[in-house]
Every structure is written in C-alpha cells, then in structure tokens.
C-alpha cells in the first residue's frame, strides 16, 4: 500500500513538474511584473492614440504630431501600410516612455507578429476568445473590442483586464456609467464616439481609458500634409484627460 502510495505521489509530481515547465516555455512569454506595468500605464495616462492612415509614409508623421501633443499610449492598427515596421521604429524610439500596442488583431498569426515587432499590448476590434487567452498564457495585455454589456462580461471572463467599447454606443458616456455602475468590475475602454471635448466625460462617468481615432487624427489634415493639427488636437484632449485624474484600478 505504501508502495502504491508513493508512486502515485511521485506521478502526480511528474505531472505538476510538467505542466508548470510548459506554461513557463510558451514562446513570447512576458512577466507578471511587465503585465502590471502595461495596466498601470493605462491607469495613469488614461488615453490612447489610435492610428490608421491609407498610406504608410503619413503614418509615422501623423503618431509622431500626437506624441508632440502629450500622448504617452500609441496604438499602431494592421490596416496601415507597414504597420509592424512603423510599430518597431516607435518603440525602439520611445522604449520606457511612450507605450506602444497594435490593433485590428484579428488571430493568433496577428498577435505573434505584433509581439515580434514589439507591441507592448494588443487591441482587438471583436471579441475573440482564442485571442484573448492566447494573450492571457503569455502575460500580454489584451483589451477585445465589445459592443454589448454580454461581450464585455465574457471578455473579462475569458481573461480582458481591459474592455474595448466598439462601435460607439447610443447614450456615451451614460451608457458607460450605467453599465460601469451595474458591473463594477469591468474596465471599459471606449474608442468609437470620443472626441476631443468627451474624452473626460467618459472618464468622469466610469471609463478606466479611452481611445481617440477620427477626432484626433483629422484626415484632411494629414491628407495635406498639416500635422500641426494632429498635435493641437493631442494637447486638447490630453488636458480634458489629465483634469480627471488617474484611474483606481480594479485589480
């Protein structure tokens, strides 16, 4: 009897041995404490650039107009021309100061090559679990795109310690402040519908960030060549942003 005592012991050790051995191999592994860094950065700056051009030479000019501007999260979509080259130049740029993530991640495939190329976070414009915990093995960010209060539920579920609100909802910012009120521990990233003049009111009604597309990136701007724009408008909103301060964390 003891003999069979031990042996089960030393199997199930076996397989404990290798279960932690190929969760801490798993390639593009990040730490807990990098992780913890990524949505710390979002708690303290609370506003996201989000950038898509048609052409890739527009696209570093138009990032670089809202880095001038007061952005400290950068979000480099996969719809721009050489997207992952731009992302790569940006951080190797701004390592340690300005963040930076990729978006329109639509697999897994995706994902391994924005963490390549060096995105600190990833941004998805759906709710896609494989993408999520893909993300949540490796200790990488990830912040799912979510229409509705059911979507934003099983992102946190499946792992999304950041929730994408995508597309723009009827209500805004009390929209947010309902569900936000009703499920507290969400942390809703609103994108579509903020602009630079309700960025804060999202924040002030229960939004733990928020992203800035159109608005921020006028395209008839950067059409003619006019960045100076982009930048006014990076320092318009990232004052309405910083007037509500950082974000309490939920976890």
């Known amino acids: 009897m003891n003999s069979l005592r031990l042996a089960a012991k ?4 076996t397989r404990c041995m290798s279960t932690a051995t190929a969760s801490s191999s798993l390639d593009r592994m990040q730490t807990a404490e990098n992780f913890q860094a ?12 989000v950038l898509r051009t048609p052409t890739s030479e527009a696209c570093p000019k138009a990032m670089q107009a809202a ?9 480099f979509t996969l719809t721009t021309p050489d997207c992952l080259q731009h992302l790569s130049d940006f951080r190797s740029k701004y390592d340690g100061d300005v963040m930076v993530g990729c ?21 998805t414009p ?16 990830c912040v799912p795109g979510c229409q509705t209060p059911t979507e934003l539920v099983s992102a946190y579920r499946h792992g999304a310690p950041l929730q994408k609100l ?13 569900v936000s009120s009703a499920l507290p521990f969400l942390s809703i990233n609103p994108t579509s519908g903020v602009d630079l ?25 950067i059409a003619r060549g006019d960045f100076d724009v ?18 309490v964390r939920k976890a």
């Open 67 to 75: 880095i001038d501007g007061g952005f400290k999260i950068v979000e």
């Open 166 to 178: 995508f597309p723009g909802v009827t209500g805004g910012p009390m929209w947010v402040k309902a």
């Open 197 to 221: 003049d309700n960025a804060g009111d999202y924040l002030r009604m229960g939004a733990a960030s928020v992203g800035l597309v159109a608005p921020l990136f006028d395209q008839d701007a």
């Open 126 to 141: 759906v709710m896609l679990p494989d993408v999520i915990e893909w993300c949540k093995e490796r200790n990488i960010v």
């Open 103 to 123: 978006g329109t991640i639509l697999n897994t495939d995706d994902a391994e090559a924005a963490v390549d190329a060096g995105s600190e976070f990833i941004i």
């Open 10 to 13: 030393r199997t199930i050790g």
């Open 38 to 49: 990524v949505l710390d950065k979002f708690a303290q700056i609370r506003a996201c650039a």
């Open 230 to 247: 982009i930048a006014k408008n990076a320092e318009k909103v990232m004052n309405n942003v910083s007037e509500v301060g950082p974000y």
